[in-house]
């Protein structure tokens, strides 16, 4: 942090590319959190964004060059005094000339001198993406211990499409905040693994306009597959109804409504899984009978409506391993959202229901109160079927996904 002032100290740095202009957001979303942003664009990025507008977000001059402000010795000072570094676009020049070691404008020395995490996001064509030279540089970032995060698939220049998106700016500021709050949040060790992970609520349908749900906002579904992909594991998310603006990068979304609808695509990816997460918020209930027009109020007010439990998706999957239809290997998590009553607390609650699931691991969320559904941050705790237990302490719910999947990479078999 900066010693004057405690603010954390940003390093942003820009590529040429064209979605250089994105990056504003990012230098919006720290100048606003109170961090002090400075910002180097390389030579090329300033053909698509000038120094002018990178000067008025962040509040900081701009250079490219070694030899400005020499007095100053920017290019150590600024990669020695920072707290975090995101070079956002990262072009398939910038990262082979940083994983060459190259010094040959700020931004790169500036690099060298970085001892803070550093956050690289990949944004180009997908045949360049793809290219082995391409691939081999970030595998050598990577083993500098540097973050690089996937690119996103979709609209690139022109009218291609594919892998090689720029991630949201959204998304790229969280990652950032979480190797602020832990710097070894997001280690590259779950490449390989196959990850199925079930997001937000289910909505049952009363009549064409009206449903029966809950709280649930996916966050913290979503937070465990944007930190599960940037560790390397194949995610899909099985999504219901959430309030993210926007997918994670590299992850596949499959979009349900129903829970039926969840345990049919939960129960048929399994199978090729080797870590499955139950995060969603299922609702207990539907009805039994849907309405095919809107339900009025009439002179009698409602009518009762009939309900029926709806699946138990966890333990369906449990006993699918049990009997054979899941490697019995995979590792199989589920989520408890609790309240305490007159029979006993949240944890008692959570307790209970490890032993009816079954699962390998159980996380328990007190909600209500503000708690746990659609907030930031989470807290709670983490059963394992060995009966230990591990309290996670409140923080943003991208930490308590690194927190929850560091757990779940002991377990997974290396076979």
């Not at 900066?2 to 390093?11: E, F, M």
Request: with cysteine; proline share 5%; glycine share 10%.
């Amino acid at each position: 942090m900066t010693a004057s002032t405690g603010r954390r100290r940003i390093l942003v740095g820009v590529g040429g590319g064209i979605a250089a202009y994105k990056v504003c957001s990012v230098i919006r979303h720290f100048t606003e959190a109170g961090d002090d942003v400075h910002v180097v664009p390389t030579r090329s990025a300033l053909n698509f964004v000038g120094a002018a507008t990178f000067e008025a977000l962040s509040g900081n001059p701009v250079r490219t060059e070694v030899f400005e402000d020499v007095d100053q010795v920017a290019h150590v000072k600024l990669g020695q005094e920072a707290d975090l570094v995101v070079i956002a676009p990262a072009t398939a020049d910038l990262m082979a000339r940083a994983a060459a070691g190259r010094a040959d404008d700020l931004l790169t020395a500036s690099l060298l001198t970085a001892r803070c995490p550093v956050l690289f996001v990949p944004a180009m064509h997908t045949e360049m993406w793809e290219h082995p030279a391409t691939q081999a540089n970030v595998a050598t970032l990577r083993s500098f211990g540097t973050t690089v995060m996937r690119p996103a698939s979709g609209r690139l220049t022109g009218r291609d499409s594919g892998a090689g998106r720029l991630p949201d700016p959204q998304e790229i500021a969280l990652v950032g905040e979480l190797l602020l709050d832990s710097p070894a949040a997001l280690p590259y060790d779950l490449h390989g693994v196959r990850m199925l992970i079930s997001a937000g609520g289910t909505r049952e349908p009363l009549d064409p306009v009206r449903y029966l749900g809950n709280r649930s906002s996916g966050k913290q579904g979503y937070a465990l597959a944007r930190v599960a992909s940037q560790r390397g594991a194949q995610v899909t998310v099985v999504a219901g109804a959430t309030s993210e603006p926007g997918d994670p990068a590299g992850v596949e979304i499959v979009r349900v409504a129903r829970a039926t609808e969840l345990e049919h695509e939960m129960t048929k990816r399994a199978a090729d899984a080797d870590v499955v997460i139950m995060s969603a918020a299922v609702a207990d209930f539907r009805p039994v009978a849907v309405s095919g027009s809107k339900i009025k109020k009439g002179a009698k007010g409602p009518a009762p409506i009939e309900l029926t439990t709806n699946p138990d998706i966890l333990r369906s999957l449990v006993e699918s391993r049990d009997n054979g239809h899941i490697p019995s290997s995979a590792v199989i998590v589920g989520f408890a959202a609790e309240t305490g009553d007159e029979t006993g607390g949240v944890l008692d609650h959570g307790r209970a229901k490890l032993r009816r699931k079954g699962c390998d691991l159980l996380v328990v969320n007190a909600v209500g109160d503000g708690k746990a559904f659609g907030t930031e941050d989470n807290t709670g705790w983490l059963l394992s079927s060995d009966g230990s237990e591990t309290a996670l302490p409140l923080g943003s719910k991208s930490l308590m996904a690194s927190r929850i999947l560091d757990e779940v990479r002991a377990l997974v078999s290396d076979d």
